[in-house]
């Protein structure tokens, strides 16, 4: 337990009821033309961020990267993808943002990097023992003649996490580690040089003004010792106690800055107490609650997610995050339309029929939903106009990895990465003033949702987002805080409050239901009078 001094400090931290919104670069703007997001595009874009409403920008990696896995195969720490635009560019948008009151938190990736980064080339250059290896995880393999990966483990984008190498002599030679694409080796951070880069990394960015960090695989960077082989379950991490120690040494270096810097987690794990287990108040401040994200349009369900996730965060005294999509999965919309509403990787339901008038006004209720429960919440960019996922790409246009490994058993994340719609009839929709066709092909149905058909139009998706989170602002129940589940409800409907004069309602049932005693209807996500219609999530002062 944090006494009362840090428990208040804590409390005021203003990552624990941001509205975080998440910007994947390359598809968000193209300031220059040349058919690719960049960092000028974010920059002219700004605006409309803060019109928003939102508190902080997340950005997925913006350094120089071969783009294998979108820029999660990182070449080099320290700059900036040429393609996105440049160093002194970056700190001209936080410089700005920062004017604007905006935040910024920055994807970091320290489980892996990219095989064109320095370290990696040096390691198969220098060969088997040696210092540069030690940096990676390279082992001998099984079998007689090593023909056999070291041990069973799978990647996570399919098949074996482990490649074997040719050695400088050109005979076949160790395998290295890679719980991604193949061009993603994994880091070992039982090196000390590992653990010095990164935290050196921590301050090149800290020293140019981001106020925090967004972890890729925080949970899997300290492999189990000998690395045995793995059962049903998932890989053998070691116990936590290594990872607390590389957060402590980052949150020490953080506090080393006047202002309040966030560490936030990216894991994949499907036990709330697990999950709850790597953050501390002084360490990993946060997580993505992918059991939230993944859960289907359904009222016993979510409101298991909701007590489990509150449940597990209250012992360690970590806000709870709320999120509905993001770059590596379904849009919700389209989701939130098929008979099986909830998320899997192992399943994507890709071309399985959706309605996208039911999708979109039950994403209109989860939007409600989410915005009103406590904690963080993020918002992909692209949900504030109601996007549906883009599943007729060809796939001669492809680009994710896994769609490739998997020989297109797994169609991939392409669908929810097209490059957002700002303005016009036709494609590129404002992307670009070029009118130079996107990295991805927009969808011409897009006319209507495009940014400036839906702004002033007060039934719209996105004016549905402003008023939402103008209202989340200045409401001080919202956000941060607790929870109160109002009884009495009929089934199939969630109701809480988060104050004695705010209320949440949502409907998930087939029926219409009537509305609690209130004073006044704040927000509702689609028109209600008497009663509350199906899939709708009203606003109440109580």
């Known amino acids: 337990m944090t006494d009362s001094t840090t428990d208040s400090t804590t409390r005021q931290s203003w990552w624990r009821g941001a509205a975080i919104y998440q910007v994947y670069v390359r598809s968000f703007a193209d300031g220059d033309g040349d058919g690719t997001g960049d960092l000028a595009g974010v920059r002219s874009r700004l605006p409309y961020l803060a019109d928003l409403g939102i508190d902080a920008i997340w950005f997925n990696p913006w350094y120089p990267s071969p783009m294998d896995d979108g820029g999660y195969d990182v070449a080099d720490y320290r700059d900036i993808e040429p393609v996105f635009g440049s160093l002194a ?8 943002a920062h004017t604007l009151g905006i935040k910024i938190i920055i994807d970091i990736v320290p489980n892996h990097c990219s095989d064109s980064h320095p370290w990696f080339a040096a390691a198969l250059a220098a060969g088997p023992g040696s210092p540069e290896r030690e940096r990676f995880w390279f082992r001998r393999g099984r079998g007689d003649g090593g023909e056999l990966p070291p041990n069973n483990w799978q990647s996570r984008f399919g098949g074996p996490a482990w490649t074997r190498v040719t ?35 921590l301050r090149f960015w800290f020293n140019r003004g981001v ?9 899997g960077l300290v492999k189990a010792d000998d690395l045995p082989d793995a059962g049903d379950g998932p890989l053998p991490y070691s116990d936590l106690d290594g990872v607390h120690e590389i957060y402590r040494t980052w949150r020490r270096i953080a506090d080393g800055y006047p202002d309040q810097r966030v560490f936030v987690g990216e894991m994949w794990l499907p036990d709330p107490e697990r999950f709850a287990m790597y953050l501390r108040p002084d360490e990993l401040h946060s997580a993505f609650n992918f059991d939230f994200l993944s859960c289907p349009w359904d009222a016993s369900r979510l409101r298991a997610v909701v007590d489990a996730t509150l449940a597990a965060h209250a012992p360690v005294d970590a806000p709870a995050t709320w999120v509905l999509s993001n770059h590596d999965v379904t849009r919700h919309v389209t989701r939130y339309g098929r008979a099986d509403t909830s998320f899997s990787f192992a399943d994507r339901q890709h071309l399985a029929p959706t309605d996208r008038e ?23 960019q692209g949900e504030e106009l109601g996007l549906s996922e883009v599943e007729d790409l060809p796939d001669s246009l492809r680009q994710d990895p896994v769609f490739e490994r998997t020989a297109g058993a797994d169609i991939g ?15 590129p929709f404002g992307f670009n003033a070029a ?13 209507s949702v495009t940014v400036a058909a839906q702004t002033d139009d007060p039934d719209s998706m996105l004016e549905l987002y402003r008023r939402a989170l103008r209202l989340r602002a200045d409401d ?31 409907n998930l049932s087939a029926a219409p239901v009537e509305l609690p005693a209130h004073r006044e209807v704040l927000l509702a996500s689609r028109p209600v009078e008497q009663t509350l219609p199906p899939d709708t999530t009203v606003w109440l002062r109580i």
Do not use: M
């Not at 009118?435 to 006319?447: E, I, V």
């Open 476 to 506: 001080p129940a919202l956000g941060d805080g607790t929870l109160g589940w109002l009884s009495g409800q009929s089934a199939g409907v969630l109701a809480f409050t988060r104050s004695e004069t705010f209320a949440c309602v949502v």
């Open 211 to 219: 106020d925090g960090f967004r972890i890729d695989v925080a949970d």
């Open 89 to 96: 560019e970056a700190e001209k948008l936080i410089e700005e």
């Open 435 to 447: 009118g130079t066709a996107p990295w991805l092909p927009q969808p011409p149905s897009w006319s």
């Open 358 to 380: 039911l999708g979109l006004r039950r994403a209109r209720a989860a939007a409600l939903l989410t915005l009103a429960l406590p904690g963080a919440v993020y918002i992909y």
């Open 413 to 427: 994340r392409d669908g929810c990465r097209v490059p957002l719609p700002w303005s016009g009839d036709a494609p």
């Open 167 to 201: 050695e400088p002599d050109g005979s076949p030679g160790e395998w290295f580690l890679h719980l991604y694409s193949s061009r993603q080796p994994d880091l070992n951070w039982t090196n000390p040089e590992v653990a010095e880069e990164f935290e050196d990394i």
